[in-house]
């Protein structure tokens, strides 16, 4: 890779697979399985195949808010789906999701299974099939959506650019994180003027536009992302702080967090989900004094 000053494009781009850093074993310009592999299916009605990262997170807290609403059609089943072990290029996980992206949700409630795959479709999604946590009056319902199209566009600048050149790329480049950087604080200060107005991101009420943007922006602004709690500042967004720290103390909020996620504190990991039972077993396993 070529990253001098005077390097000039070539006319016409080609793959070079050492490139792409970190995740360069797993990128490629070509959609479309790479191996035979089915997906495994439970008993629930909702079948989530996914990975508790800030788009896998923003599911497994809808489903988890749902089923604390009474809402017994949200059980769910969550298959861990590792994404640095090229699962998501398996024939089943294609054939749910075309762009092999994490996290993808069959509904099997009805005669015919329905394929629901982005994130932000999911919730949406979700939202209508059990009328919750989505405004019915029109102008609420289009500030909720904004909202929520808002992290969908947002969010590839916070991830893809500045995650990738900050934490990941093989080479610091100066120009990359700066240029990101610059916009994601944009971002940042974009969503604390609007909570500086409102309680929720939407307006006074819980909405699945917190859900979208809390898993990115809240995440960052508690240190979890990428490491760059203190080069962005993100400290002087106090109305995000304040915002993210009344989530965290949802309990749906703590166990959508724990779902699927293969990083961190062991004990704030749940690889897979298939009943609510295996939270309490979570639970009690961290409990449980140390073996000698």
Known sequence: ???????????VWTWQKENGGRFASINRPIAGPTHDKELPVGRHPLQLY??????GVKVTIMLEELLALGHAGAEYDAWLIRIGDGNQFGSGFVAVNPNSKIPALVDRSGPE???????????LYLAEKFGAFVPTEPAARAECL?????????????????????????TKIEYAIDRFAMEVKRQL????RRLAETEYVAGGDYTIADMAIFPWYGGLAKGWLYGAAEFLAVDQYRNVQRWADMLLERPTVQRGRMVNRVSG?????????HDAADFETKTQDKLAPAKA
């Open 189 to 192: 200060d974009v969503l604390d």
């Open 1 to 11: 890779m070529n990253d001098a000053p005077g390097y000039m494009p070539p006319k």
């Open 146 to 170: 904004s909202w929520l199209f808002w992290q969908m566009g947002s969010a590839p600048y916070l991830g893809g650019g500045f995650g990738h050149f900050y934490a990941y790329a093989p």
């Open 265 to 273: 504190d062991p004990a704030t990991q749940l690889h897979e989900r």
């Open 113 to 123: 299974p329905i394929r629901v795959f982005e994130s932000g479709s999911i919730l």
């Open 50 to 55: 996914s990975l508790g990262t800030p788009n």
